[in-house]
């Protein structure tokens, strides 16, 4: 409680200094944000978006030179069902033990890699994430795809054996979905849940 005129005009005097202080901040915020809303909006093309994904892909396929022909020469089987999933699917190592069937689970080791132009304007991998580092693998139930891996991933390990390593060129339609980013996995199938 105020006791005296002279308390409250100090507070009334400490409160306008605080007041003036604080005045041009509180200006300069608000006609931030305002020059910053002259803008018109604009909307996302992701119709844009997903052109440019595939021609960046269709470039890598076609003229990457290096990069695609080493994932080339380093597989042993190829299955390009890019048209129905949007998957590429590369086998490096055959497994020699239990398919990974829907409904089984297993660890992985992964590795991925997101494909964006370079400073040169080429296709080119650079390394997003990887669990090579981990004591342990990722483990989830095959036909499932849980949040911590791409719906890519869980179709690509449907077509691999236990032991078993792959390359899978994933679509962002199976992948990073509306970042419309390709994404590269190496992965490898560490085990496969027994019957």
Known sequence: MIGSKSQFKEIKKSTMNKIIIRAPFVLLIVLSIFTGCEDSYKPIDYKKMEADEMELLTEFYETSGAAWDS?????????????????????????TGDSALIGKQVGI???????????????????????????????????????????????????????????????SSISTGRNYLTVVADVELVFVEFD
């Open 109 to 171: 080791r992964y590795s991925y890699y997101g494909l964006a132009y370079n400073k040169d304007h080429k296709p080119t991998l650079y390394l997003m994430e990887t669990n090579n580092d981990s004591n342990s693998p990722l483990v989830f139930i095959v036909g499932s795809a849980p949040e911590q891996i791409f719906n890519g991933v869980d179709l690509g390990v449907q077509k691999m054996r236990d032991k078993g390593k792959s390359t899978f060129i994933m679509h």
């Open 71 to 95: 994932l080339l020469n380093l597989s042993i089987k190829t299955i390009d069902d890019r048209d129905s999933t949007g998957l590429m699917y590369l086998e490096r190592v055959k497994g």
